[in-house]
């Protein structure tokens, strides 16, 4: 199997989980649902859904077909979630939520240039294909990845992200994200 036929298939998988599991937690009734492109959400209702995620997530992913791909991911820790609340309440702008609180689950998957750039071209026809809200190439404060965010066509589902980045860019994306992104700690 391709790098690219890997990535296509850790994206058809991330949509699949995440659709999967949105639908079991937020179309039971027994949580409320928010429209999360109001600009304002309860913290509680956001920590609640990340707790759940956090104990539950290695459910969804053991049964997928991943045996051949590298990947690492994480659930967001409460901490920065809060840390993320804190800065995004205090814009000017109020952004809707689902347009920053975008990355409670992330995955990362460290491929060449050639091939994020092959993905990257990709993205269009695979849009509709995986339900891909959007994507963006980011290049800025000495950080190099590819984002691409899952989100099921629901405003109700809170988004999820997968980032590809280049080999030669792991240790400066790293340590970038050391310095402007865990000063909570």
């Known amino acids: 199997m391709t790098n690219i036929e890997k990535t296509r298939q850790l994206i058809r998988v991330v949509n699949n989980v995440h659709l999967q599991y949105s639908q079991d937690y937020f179309e039971t009734g027994k949580v409320q649902k928010i429209n999360l492109s109001k600009t304002t959400v309860p913290t509680e209702h956001i920590l609640q859904y990340r707790l759940n995620l956090h104990e539950s997530i290695n459910d969804y992913l053991i049964s997928q077909n991943l045996d051949n791909i590298t990947f690492y991911y994480r659930v967001k820790t409460s901490e920065s979630i809060l840390d993320k609340i804190k800065r ?6 109020k952004y809707p939520v689902n347009n920053w609180m975008n990355d409670i689950f992330g ?3 460290i491929l060449c240039k050639e091939d994020i750039g092959q993905v990257h071209e990709m993205l269009d026809d695979w849009q509709e294909l995986f339900g891909l809200k959007n994507w963006y190439l980011r290049d800025k404060d000495d950080y190099r990845g590819l984002h691409i965010y899952f989100k099921n066509r629901s405003n109700f589902y809170f988004p999820w992200e997968l ?9 400066r994306n790293i340590q970038n994200h050391r310095l402007l992104k865990r000063g909570f700690v």
Do not use: G, K, P, T
């Open 88 to 93: 995004f309440s205090n814009n000017v702008d």
């Open 107 to 109: 995955a990362r998957m």
């Open 163 to 171: 980032q590809l980045w280049d080999e030669n860019d792991v240790e």
